[in-house]
């Protein structure tokens, strides 16, 4: 790997030189995030927010192909790589002056009606500013990659802990899983056959009842397509950093905690020299544990654990909890956080320059939405998990969940057992009932009454960032009497962008259930329609088109 | 909560999709209340919020070439009436037509369009690739195009009629499913729902895909068959494609919104019938692929976002299914809308409500009575133009 030669590339025509796989977003990153995007309706500045592929904040065009993500590209030698949907840059926008004469935002839904005589021009105006990139204009055509065709008897998604756990476990069984996973490969793994940055992006419900009835449909590097037919699927993506509401949530330096550490690398440093870290468990532990020194505050919206309280200490970190974050300030990057403790304390000012968020993680639970296996919501973190029995069996026959994607640590013992379970498949399949059903309410649940009974001042709250959905036309469109997350998710249009829905639904969900005055579950699910990363045109065209297989 | 107010409604409309609405809206209108609409769902869970926003003129029949003039003009007008805008572009459908079959039946077309005024033009392939110079000449042997047809945004549209049905005073229950029709000396006098029986003289069966499963629960059998269709959106581009284009062989159709998404399908059999729900296919997902990097190669690049499929509500004619049913005094159809509902319900709905009023339509009832399927005789007309 060391030896490798650098990558050398150009970035709006500028030189540019990096290590071999690393990403683009991570190369630009310096001291901060790089702010490679403008939002799609008020052109507010834009960088890396998730680092894992599934935002809009750094998308770039390369070599003429729009919408390529920086977190996860890797730059070839001689790439050319420009910013797109800002004029003259996206440093420099001249249409951000949209963000400044509507501060509280475009109605397109009741505006641009009148005069009539002006409507075409309108219409020809806003579709201009539609759209993040411009038409693909691909160099000579390279003829598309074939797409594969793989079978399997079983089939692990995610090649994480829990994941090689199950691996390792079918292994000793005499069953060779293959296992997917959409990260860039770790250590080698001789006795697992894992197949790195290969993102499952659709698993339809199988078909029949025996047999390689599973269908799983993957992404790979180059746009290439992968279908794998198996007879068992064990769910282990494991789970994700969500967002929060508050005033300028979007500024570039807001990230989450998978974000800050996509762009640090295994031992870089990070993209901040002063960050407050939100949240008090487990996930900002880890945070200061890797970035401690350039941490200046813990915050955290509920409580903060022990493990956190100690690691501060020894940091001279001071603590936060039960604290609101009221606002980001900062145009082009974060500046300083306004934070306010729980119960209407007075509200006060920290010079930082990025708010990591690691306060909430939830289920990557997608492929089991597709693929119809029943779900459950759990308050606590706030989002909907498999029901399944103790052997990790979902509602859907030969569908299995294990480790954080299931709601549970996932202890190998577990691993064991489900493993046992996928090779004896014996006995009828289960009908598996709701896990543990918390009664205690959502810490966030509370958070974001108080926060909605809160003045919230000038700067837009994004709701949806990929679709620039302001928090108000949330409030707007309840208060109009649409009712549940489908209906406002089509009134608003939020959930409705590239992420599909993975960072704006889940506070939406809690929003909408105060303002409904109803429970989240009332309110609807987070699901999302397939395919749950974008697949290109191209990959799917040369999707295999396997013969239908007989019964075993 | 999903609770009528009153026991008793001049009107119950099942289905709070395009076309229950509207039509709750011309007979609140016309002054003819209370009206109840009601859903089992939320509101646009139907195919009202499930399709690809197409608005055409061009058709074999002349009367649908006619329907559709006047729902384009009152989509020009919605966001005056309505309050909401719905983003009507009027960017022509382009028709490409890849064998002389095709051709032929884009020349017959063509001609009932011209002779109803509007200004159709038929187009060599040259004259097809001058308006979406991205398409691949390979294969186009010619098409079709009428610029004043263009795309609306569905949702604000129902938005829209949502709330004038509520501001005239018209109750819309959502969540509430109708089980029955109960009836009396043989004619309607009351739906039954979830939530009790509501008295009524007039039930209208805007069920769109469920229509033959409500009709049978009124005890009617009719031909309407639920087919369910895959459709998908991609990646928003800056734009680059202002017409519909639809293809006459494999009925591949796509656009690109306001906001700068492909949204498009392609037909594709399935089994008939609403039970196995609405999945996405990979069949699908393949094939509309392959169409359309075949048609655009440039968007071989393009991602899919997301793909979803509903259904149509189709009729062995092709033509929807207006009026009371004749076995049934005061069971009203408004139904059978295929592909094609959406574009057409400002007009449909008009008739829809005029014959809940008991007033003569100017329909033809050999075109469009729910009574047409079963008088005998020979050939009967049919819309063949069936695509996009
Ligand atoms: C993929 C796709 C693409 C399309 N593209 C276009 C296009 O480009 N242009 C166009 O004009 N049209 C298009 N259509 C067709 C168009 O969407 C429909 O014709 C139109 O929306 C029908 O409206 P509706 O109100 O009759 O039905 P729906 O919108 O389906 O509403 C029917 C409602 O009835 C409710 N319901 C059913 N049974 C009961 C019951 N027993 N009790 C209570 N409620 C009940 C359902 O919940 C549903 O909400 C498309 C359709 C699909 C599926
Ligand atoms: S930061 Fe790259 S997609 Fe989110």
């Known amino acids: 790997m060391d030896t490798a030669p650098p990558r050398e590339y150009t970035v709006n025509g500028a030189g540019l030189r990096s290590a071999p796989a690393v990403p683009l977003a991570r190369a630009l990153s310096r001291r901060h995030p790089p702010l490679l995007q403008r939002s799609i309706r008020y052109h507010r500045p834009r960088a890396p927010f998730c680092g894992v592929g599934f935002c809009t904040g750094c998308l770039v065009r390369v070599n003429g192909i729009p919408n390529v993500r920086a977190c996860t590209y890797e730059p070839r030698s001689g790439d050319r790589i420009r910013t797109e949907n800002a004029w003259p840059s996206s440093r420099f926008d001249l249409l951000g002056l949209l963000d400044v004469i509507f501060p509280h935002g475009i109605d397109t839904l009741h505006g641009f009606r009148r005069p009539r005589m002006v409507v075409p021009w309108y219409h020809r105006v806003v579709r201009q500013l539609a759209g993040y990139g411009k038409l693909p204009t691909p160099g000579p055509a390279a003829t598309p990659p074939p797409g594969e065709l793989v079978d399997r008897p079983v089939v692990i998604v995610g090649a994480g802990r829990t994941g090689r756990w199950v691996g390792e476990q079918l292994n000793a069984r005499g069953v060779r899983a293959l296992l997917l996973d959409r990260r860039a490969p770790t250590q080698p793994e001789p006795a697992l056959e894992i197949r790195s940055r290969t993102t499952v992006a659709f698993l339809p419900p199988p078909a029949g009842t025996t047999g390689r009835r599973f269908r799983l449909v993957a992404t790979q590097p180059g746009s290439s397509a992968l279908m794998v037919r198996a007879e068992s699927v064990v769910v282990a993506s494991g789970g994700y950093d969500t967002s929060l509401l508050f005033p300028g949530n979007d500024r570039p330096g807001v990230l989450t905690a998978d974000g800050t550490l996509a762009l640090s690398g295994d031992h870089g440093a990070p993209p901040f020299t002063h960050a407050v870290v939100v949240g008090g468990g487990q996930r900002a532990a880890a945070m200061l544990d890797r970035f401690g020194e350039a941490v200046d505050a813990v915050v955290a919206p509920g409580a903060i654990e022990p493990q956190v309280t100690a690691r501060a200490t020894n940091l001279g970190v001071p603590l936060y909890p039960r604290t609101i974050i009221a606002r980001a300030n900062g145009h082009r990057r974060v500046r300083s956080v306004l934070l306010a403790s729980r119960g209407r304390g007075a509200s006060f000012e920290v010079p930082v320059d990025a708010v990591v968020l690691a306060h909430r993680r939830l289920p990557n639970n997608q492929l089991l939405f597709q693929a119809g296996a029943r779900m459950s919501w759990r308050s606590i973190p706030g989002g909907y998990y498999p029901e399944l029995d103790p052997a990790g069996r979902t509602s859907v026959p030969g569908l299995f969940a294990y480790g954080t994607v299931a709601g549970g640590a996932g202890a190998p013992a577990d691993a064991s057992t489900l493993a046992e379970c996928v090779v004896t498949n014996a006995g009828p399949w289960p009908d598996p009932s709701p896990s543990i059903v918390e009664e205690m309410p959502n810490e966030l649940d509370g958070y974001y009454r108080e926060f909605l009974d809160r003045p919230r001042g000038r700067g837009k709250t994004i709701a949806c960032a990929c679709e620039d959905v302001l928090l108000e036309e949330v409030e707007e469109a309840s208060r109009a009497g649409f009712r549940g997350i489908e209906v406002v998710k089509r009134y608003t249009s939020l959930g409705t962008g590239l992420c599909q829905g993975r960072y704006c639904l889940p506070d939406a969900l809690l929003l909408l259930a105060i303002l409904e005055g109803r429970t989240p579950p009332e309110v609807g699910y987070i699901r999302q329609r397939p395919p749950v990363v974008p697949v290109t045109l191209g990959a799917l065209a040369e999707l295999p088109e396997p013969a239908p297989e007989s019964a075993a | ?388």
């Open chain 2, 1 to 388: 909560m999903n609770v009528p107010s009153r026991r008793e409604y001049r009107t119950v409309i099942v289905g709070a999709g395009i076309v229950g609405l509207f039509t709750a809206y011309h007979l609140l209108r016309a002054g003819a209340g209370p009206v109840l609409v009601l859903d089992r769902g939320f509101l646009s869970s139907g195919a009202s919020g499930r399709n690809g926003g197409g608005v055409r003129q061009q058709w074999e029949t002349r009367a649908t070439v006619r329907l559709a003039r006047e729902a384009v003009a009152a989509y020009r007008r919605f966001g005056a009436d309505f309050g909401y805008n719905i983003w009507f572009r009027q960017g022509g459908y382009l028709f490409l037509g890849g064998t002389d079959a095709d051709m032929a039946r884009l020349r017959k077309v063509n001609e009932v369009v011209r002779s109803e005024g509007l200004d159709a033009r038929l187009l060599d392939p040259a004259g097809v690739i001058r308006i979406a110079p991205e398409l691949n000449p390979t294969g186009i042997a010619g098409g079709a195009f009428l610029p004043t047809d263009g795309t609306l945004y569905p949702f604000p549209a129902v938005w829209g009629v949502y709330e004038a049905v509520r501001r005239l005073g018209g109750e819309v229950v959502l969540g509430l499913e109708a089980r029955g029709v109960r009836t009396d000396a043989g004619r309607v006098v009351g739906v039954t729902t979830d939530a009790g029986e509501v008295t009524t003289g007039h039930v209208v069966n805007a069920a769109g895909g469920w229509s033959a499963e409500f009709a049978a629960r009124a005890g009617l059998s009719v031909p309407n068959v639920a087919s369910r269709h895959e459709i998908l959106a991609t990646e928003p581009l800056k734009p680059f494609l202002d017409p519909m284009i639809v293809r006459l062989g494999d009925g591949l159709y796509f656009s690109q919104t306001m906001r700068g998404e492909i949204v498009g399908g392609l037909s594709l059999p399935h089994p008939p019938g609403t039970e196995g729900g609405m999945p996405t296919s990979p069949e699908f997902l393949r094939a509309f692929a392959r169409a359309m990097v075949g048609l655009v190669p440039a968007l071989r690049h393009l991602g899919v976002l997301r793909a979803w499929s509903g259904f149509y509500d189709d009729t062995p004619d092709g033509l929807p299914v207006i009026g009371e049913d004749p076995r049934l005094p005061g069971f009203v159809q408004a139904n059978g809308f295929g592909g094609h509902g959406f574009m057409l319900a400002p007009a449909t709905t008009l008739r829809v409500a005029r014959s809940v009023l008991g007033e003569p339509t100017d329909l033809d009832p050999a075109l469009f009575s729910p009574g047409r399927f079963r008088t005998p005789g020979g050939p009967r007309p049919a819309e063949g133009l069936q695509l996009g």
